[in-house]
């Protein structure tokens, strides 16, 4: 089922195929990273970037926020996806075209055609910010791919495998890389290591991270 279980490199194409159904795409949103991140400035004067509570009580080191008709949220009641910023009362800013279209043009790639999200889940690292591993379950849709866009300071992305106890392989991911999970790998458990301290010229002393979803 799992039939790709090393990685491997399609030489010329900038592609490294991880799995069936998911591939990261290097340098994919080079040339759109500084609309992209323009449009983030847009997104975080509506919905500011905030520190999450888990159900369990603990506050999330990564601060969020999302655009697109549902965002993701979580506080002491649970993980889930809400139309409303719970911050403001009001909707999440509209998806900007440019992550319609990059979102879409990515998921072609790998043959996932017509990709429409609702989300975009917008993650904000500061050096030493880590995500413990986890996995995205709470997509109603549990076949579409999530897509997703690395902008500024480099990370190593974990990714694991079904169990949490399971061995992870360390992915480095940089500015302009898409990662497109699709397949039997959406269910796999994943995080991302500690970011180490460092400046980009896009973005200076932090990673910005896109996910786009497909929920309903
Ligand atoms: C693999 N974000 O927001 S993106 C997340 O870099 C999240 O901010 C990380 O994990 C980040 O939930 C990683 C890549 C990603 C997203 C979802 C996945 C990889 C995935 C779902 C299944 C498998
Ligand atoms: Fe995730």
Same mark, same amino acid.
């Given at each position: 089922?799992?039939?790709?279980?090393?990685?491997?490199?399609?030489?010329?194409?900038?592609?490294?195929?991880?799995?069936?159904?998911?591939?990261?795409?290097?340098?994919?949103?080079?040339?759109?990273?500084?609309?992209?991140?323009?449009?983030?400035?847009?997104?975080?004067?509506?919905?500011?970037?905030?520190?999450?509570?888990?159900?369990?009580?603990?506050?999330?080191?990564?601060?969020?926020?999302?655009?697109?008709?549902?965002?993701?949220?979580?506080?002491?009641?649970?993980?889930?996806?809400?139309?409303?910023?719970?911050?403001?009362?009001?909707?999440?800013?509209?998806?900007?075209?440019?992550?319609?279209?990059?979102?879409?043009?990515?998921?072609?790639?790998?043959?996932?055609?017509?990709?429409?999200?609702?989300?975009?889940?917008?993650?904000?690292?500061?050096?030493?910010?880590?995500?413990?591993?986890?996995?995205?379950?709470?997509?109603?849709?549990?076949?579409?791919?999530?897509?997703?866009?690395? $902008?500024?300071?480099?990370?190593?992305?974990? %990714? *694991? !495998?079904?169990? /949490?106890?399971?061995?992870?392989?360390?992915? #480095? $991911?940089?500015?302009?890389?898409?990662?497109? %999970? *699709? !397949?039997?790998? /959406?269910?796999?458990?994943?995080?991302?290591? #500690?970011?180490?301290?460092?400046?980009?010229?896009?973005? *200076?002393?932090?990673?910005?991270?896109?996910?786009?979803?497909?929920?309903?």
């Amino acid at each position: 089922m799992h039939a790709v279980p090393i990685p491997s490199i399609e030489s010329g194409t900038g592609r490294l195929n991880i799995a069936n159904g998911a591939a990261v795409l290097h340098g994919f949103a080079l040339d759109d990273a500084s609309a992209l991140l323009e449009a983030v400035e847009a997104v975080r004067v509506a919905a500011p970037f905030r520190h999450l509570v888990t159900p369990g009580g603990h506050t999330m080191s990564v601060a969020m926020t999302n655009c697109g008709s549902l965002g993701w949220v979580s506080d002491r009641k649970g993980y889930r996806y809400a139309p409303l910023d719970p911050e403001s009362g009001k909707p999440w800013p509209a998806l900007p075209r440019i992550f319609e279209t990059l979102a879409e043009r990515a998921a072609a790639e790998l043959g996932f055609s017509g990709y429409r999200p609702e989300c975009c889940l917008i993650n904000h690292y500061l050096p030493g910010t880590r995500l413990s591993l986890h996995q995205d379950r709470d997509e109603k849709d549990g076949v579409a791919p999530i897509v997703s866009v690395s $902008l500024g300071l480099p990370a190593t992305f974990l %990714w *694991g !495998g079904f169990e /949490r106890s399971d061995k992870t392989t360390r992915i #480095p $991911l940089s500015h302009g890389d898409v990662v497109v %999970w *699709g !397949g039997p790998s /959406r269910m796999r458990f994943h995080g991302v290591a #500690p970011v180490r301290d460092g400046e980009h010229p896009a973005t *200076g002393r932090c990673r910005i991270n896109l996910t786009f979803r497909k929920v309903m």
